[in-house]
Structure formats: structure tokens, C-alpha cells
């Protein structure tokens, strides 16, 4: 019998080699024919998936957005189920934008080389808002939470707060990034950022 192929999982290996090579060489290290050799397949396979390479670097983008998100949504549920307090959720779930380890940095390298490409591309430049958009949505429920709960202060604007700690956390990534995870003590500053907000629950812990 013919072997049945997954076509979402192909183009996953197609995206995630893309990634790779992204992150390694920037797009002058990135051809069809360097994605096929480092994905293991033909440079005909990707061409069935993806018409061009533009093609491709809207999904690989979309693709290391997603795996971002669920990683963040994940990092919520645990935290929630374990029945940490709101502040502590938001610290651990914002740290994992930071290039702190192999994965999130091979990740890091490529938003931050995708991201500046949007700035040319339209679909690309959709990509960024939508993630953005996201992401402030759901530190600004955070933070209006914190409210209800007595964590921050009523009068806080919940969205200027969210983009504030927003703004820290790509400065952080930024940071590490030039400096090694090493050398810099992001998760620290993070925190003073978020407890510049959550000025109860981050007094206590």
C-alpha cells in the first residue's frame, strides 16, 4: 500500500527547517534548496506546499506564532490549576518570550527576522498585528483581574499597564539576546516591571 502522507506535518518539517536556517544564516542564508536539504525531502515537495517563497515565510511565521501561543496558553493553565497567584502566572507565561533557552531563542531569532520583513509585506505585517494584538488582549485581562482582586490599583488603565510591561518584555528579549541569558537578569527586571503594576500581590509574595 502507498504510504498515506500527513500534509499539515510536511509543511510543519518544511516551516520548522525554514526556522532553522532563518535563525542560523538570516534570509540570505534561506533557498528552496537549502529548506529541502536541512528538511530531508526535495526541493519539488516544498514547491507542492508552498508557490514561493514569500508562500513560505508568511506559514513559517504564522507556524513559530502559534507554537508561541500555545506555550503561553499552557503556561496560563498550569499556573491557574496549580492556583498561583495572578502576578506569578503573568511572570512565568511573559518569560516564555525570552530567548532563555535553545528553543525560545531559536524562536526569538526568527519573530525578529520575520518581524522586520513585515515592514515590506502586507501578510506578514497581519501576522505581527494579529500575535500583538493577542498578547496585549491577554495581559490586559490580567491586569483587570488584578484589579478585581485587589492586586492593582482601580485607577490603573488596564491597557496602558499591559503595553508598559509589554514594552519590558522586547526590551528584555532583545537584551538577552544580544547579551546571553547569562549576562543579563531578565526574569528579575520582569518581575519589577510587573510589580510596578501588581503592587499588592508582588509586596507579599
Known amino acids: 500500500m502507498p504510504r498515506v502522507v500527513d500534509h499539515d506535518q510536511r509543511r510543519a518539517r518544511i516551516a520548522r527547517a525554514f526556522q532553522r536556517l532563518l535563525a542560523a544564516d538570516g534570509f540570505a542564508g534561506v533557498s528552496f534548496s537549502k529548506v529541502a536539504a536541512?528538511?530531508?525531502?526535495?526541493?519539488?515537495?516544498?514547491?507542492?506546499?508552498?508557490?514561493?517563497?514569500?508562500v513560505l515565510l508568511r506559514f513559517a511565521y504564522d507556524d513559530a506564532v502559534s507554537r508561541m501561543g500555545e506555550r503561553v496558553r499552557s503556561r496560563v493553565r498550569n499556573g491557574e490549576a496549580a492556583g498561583l497567584p495572578i502576578a506569578e502566572v503573568l511572570l512565568g507565561t511573559l518569560a516564555e518570550l525570552l530567548p532563555l533557552d535553545a528553543e525560545r531563542e531559536l524562536e526569538y531569532r526568527v519573530r525578529h527576522?520575520?518581524?522586520?520583513?513585515?515592514?515590506?509585506?502586507d501578510a506578514l505585517a497581519d501576522v505581527a498585528r494579529r500575535s500583538g494584538r493577542d498578547l496585549l488582549g491577554y495581559v490586559?485581562?490580567?491586569?483587570?483581574r488584578g484589579k478585581d482582586s485587589g492586586d492593582v490599583a482601580p485607577g490603573t488603565d488596564a491597557e496602558l499597564a499591559a503595553r508598559m510591561i509589554l514594552a519590558t518584555v522586547q526590551g528584555l528579549a532583545d537584551q538577552v539576546a544580544l547579551s546571553g541569558a547569562e549576562?543579563?537578569?531578565?526574569?528579575?527586571?520582569?518581575?519589577?516591571?510587573?510589580?510596578?503594576?501588581?503592587?499588592r500581590s508582588m509586596q507579599s509574595a
Request: glycine share 8%; net charge negative; charged share 15%.
Open 38 to 54: 536541512e528538511a530531508g525531502i526535495s526541493v519539488g515537495s516544498i514547491q507542492h506546499y508552498f508557490a514561493g517563497k514569500d
Open 113 to 121: 527576522g520575520l518581524q522586520a520583513q513585515a515592514a515590506h509585506d
Open 183 to 199: 549576562a543579563f537578569p531578565a526574569r528579575e527586571v520582569l518581575s519589577r516591571s510587573i510589580a510596578a503594576v501588581f503592587t
Open 140 to 144: 490586559t485581562s490580567v491586569v483587570e
